[in-house]
């Protein structure tokens, strides 16, 4: 399958996995962007934590975190419909592509062998999207244990150091969520290689560009960086 790779072809799937990674260093990683969703939503969860550690019923707080659980469950089960799916569509590979073909208007297919590679990257990133979901929901589980363990507000005051710890676990888990959704994003992009492999590069750019701008200039970002700035 590689040797059916064309220059281009290459330079598209190269473009794809370095943009994948550069969006992930810069929003989710330890050198996140300061300015993003994604990093101000940290102070928030903190304050949410401090919040919850100052009142005895958190029943609340315990129901937010089963609708996160639910979102993630969801994913995760209609992720593994799609990986099944493709491995079926690898199964007839034969039939489709010659379907495929004689669409030759719409889609750049190429060789039988590069249309199963194309196939191939949508189910691993899908397996990607798939783990990240159910490591999302472990770590709910997880942090669902912590909030039951957490100390009675009537004991002693809220411990911010505590909170912190706490919004930590929250932030890991809803960040392993964001890494599957995001999978879908560049699914999509991924998919333009079946149209062409200038197509997958246009929208390998496009995708970022979009998420970049909904974590930095979006109406909603701005109104998170307010609401953080008003937390002091």
Do not use: C
């Not at 889609?107 to 990133?125: E, N, P, R, Y």
Request: charge should be positive.
């Amino acid at each position: 399958m590689i040797a059916d790779l064309s220059p281009l072809d290459a330079g598209a799937v190269v473009l794809f996995l370095a943009t994948w990674f550069a969006y992930h260093t810069l929003f989710d990683s330890r050198f996140r962007r300061p300015a993003s969703i994604n990093a101000k939503m940290i102070a928030v969860r903190e304050a949410w934590m401090l919040e919850l550690l100052s009142r005895e019923n958190r029943i609340v707080d315990s129901t937010l975190i089963g609708h996160s659980i639910h979102s993630a469950s969801f994913f995760a089960s209609t992720t593994i419909l799609l990986v099944a799916g493709l491995v079926g569509v690898i199964g007839s590979a034969d039939r489709i592509y010659g379907a495929t073909v004689n669409l030759s208007m719409i889609f750049h297919t190429g060789t039988q062998a590069l249309f199963q590679l194309k196939v191939l990257l949508l189910i691993a990133i899908f397996i990607y999207a798939f783990i990240k979901f159910t490591w999302a929901i472990r770590q709910f589980n997880y942090f669902a244990a912590i909030i039951g363990g957490a100390p009675p507000a009537s004991s002693a005051p809220s411990d911010r150091a505590l909170a912190i710890r706490m919004a930590m676990v929250l932030s890991n888990a809803i960040w392993q969520f964001n890494a599957g959704v995001r999978a879908y994003y560049f699914a999509f992009a991924a998919l333009a290689w079946f149209v062409h492999p200038l197509f997958f590069m246009i929208m390998t750019v496009l995708i970022p560009i979009v998420l970049a701008y909904r974590q930095l200039w979006s109406a909603t970002a701005r109104a998170i960086a307010d609401h953080v700035d008003s937390l002091g």
